[in-house]
Each structure stands twice: as C-alpha cells, then as structure tokens.
C-alpha cells in the first residue's frame, strides 16, 4: 500500500495493524511546476497555497495581518471550501485589513509557478496535512517558506525550516523572519 509520508504511514498501522510493513511510502514530486527566477513583488506579500478549509490553519496567517510585523498583503492560493473564505474575510475586517487579503485560483502550473516567483514568503500554518505539497513546491521554487511544527511538514520541510506552534501569530511572524534571513 502506498502513502504520503512516514507520517501518513504510523497513521495507517495505527489505525489498521494488519498492514504494518505493507505501508510504503511513495513521496509527491513537486517537478511538475516551472521554476522561474524569483523576482518578489514590491511591498510583498505572503503566499499560501492549497485549499482554504479549517485544517490549514489560515486564521493565525490572516491574523498576522494585524500586527505591525504582519505582512503587507496575504494571498490565498486555492479553492476554497464551503465557508472558510467567507469566515476569514470577516476576521480580515475586524482587523480593519481586508484590502489585504485576497483569494486567487491559479488556472495552471505557470500561473501557480509565477505566484511563488513574486511572493515574499510562503506561509503554510496547518494544523493536519497528509504530506505538505505546499512546502515542497514552495522550497523547489526558491521561495523562502514558514511552515506550522507538525509531522508532515517537519518530514517535507526537513530540520532547518522556519517553523512555528500551530495557532500562534507571533511564532508564525518569528518564521517568517527567519525563513527571510
């Protein structure tokens, strides 16, 4: 049986011990998008990328809008699900940004390659993740990236990647600067 991840693995055994050492892990790639130089859009903004549902974690990103160190825009990459968007639009308000933050969905690799060649910083804040293809395509393109603590990103992303607690905005803005530096 194929997986994601060493993660994703533990997590079937655990579930379905009859299958332990028959869960092999078959990583995603990330080839399939272009790199392109990076050129970081002017004052910048903060990408993420993939569907905008709960388990993104995108509240603590969207939050960090309404802090000084906050970045200049947020752009969410993605299609959204159900509500989400409309929930995080209206944090975006009370916090008197919600010019800042917006919602794209890219139509192809080339315009999904182009969003990371012209992000400041790629931000993914999950609180579950399967694997992190995120990560993966934003550390192929180039773009420096922050990412939550937890098992799959740390599997993706590896020992030195600016990462930060689920849920908290000043660790996420922490990473953001050492992702940068």
Same mark, same amino acid.
């Given at each position: 049986?194929?997986?994601?991840?060493?993660?994703?693995?533990?997590?079937?055994?655990?579930?379905?011990?009859?299958?332990?050492?028959?869960?092999?892990?078959?990583?995603?790639?990330?080839?399939?998008?272009?790199?392109?130089?990076?050129?970081?859009?002017?004052?910048?903004?903060?990408?993420?990328?993939?569907?905008?549902?709960?388990?993104?974690?995108?509240?603590?990103?969207v939050r960090s809008l309404g802090d000084p160190r906050g970045p200049a825009r947020v752009v969410l990459a993605g299609r959204a699900v159900a509500r989400e968007l409309d929930r995080l639009r209206g944090?975006?308000?009370?916090?008197?940004?919600?010019?800042?933050?917006?919602?794209?969905?890219?139509?192809?690799?080339?315009?999904?390659?182009?969003?990371?060649?012209?992000?400041?910083?790629?931000?993914?804040?999950?609180?579950?993740?399967? +694997?992190?293809?995120?990560?993966?395509?934003?550390?192929?393109?180039? +773009?420096?990236?922050?990412?939550?603590?937890?098992?799959?990103?740390?599997?993706?992303?590896?020992?030195?990647?600016?990462?930060?607690?689920?849920?908290?905005?000043?660790?996420?803005?922490?990473?953001?600067?050492?992702?940068?530096?």
């Amino acid at each position: 049986m194929g997986v994601v991840s060493d993660w994703m693995a533990s997590r079937v055994v655990e579930e379905w011990p009859s299958l332990e050492g028959r869960a092999h892990v078959i990583g995603n790639g990330a080839d399939h998008l272009p790199v392109l130089p990076r050129r970081p859009a002017d004052p910048g903004f903060a990408l993420h990328v993939g569907h905008v549902e709960p388990r993104k974690g995108l509240e603590t990103l969207v939050r960090s809008l309404g802090d000084p160190r906050g970045p200049a825009r947020v752009v969410l990459a993605g299609r959204a699900v159900a509500r989400e968007l409309d929930r995080l639009r209206g944090i975006a308000v009370e916090l008197g940004a919600a010019d800042r933050l917006e919602h794209v969905t890219p139509e192809d690799d080339e315009a999904l390659a182009k969003l990371f060649a012209a992000a400041r910083v790629a931000v993914f804040p999950s609180r579950l993740e399967g +694997c992190g293809i995120g990560p993966l395509e934003a550390l192929r393109a180039g +773009c420096p990236t922050a990412v939550s603590d937890i098992p799959a990103h740390r599997e993706v992303a590896g020992p030195g990647a600016a990462r930060f607690e689920v849920g908290d905005v000043d660790g996420l803005l922490d990473a953001v600067d050492r992702a940068l530096a």
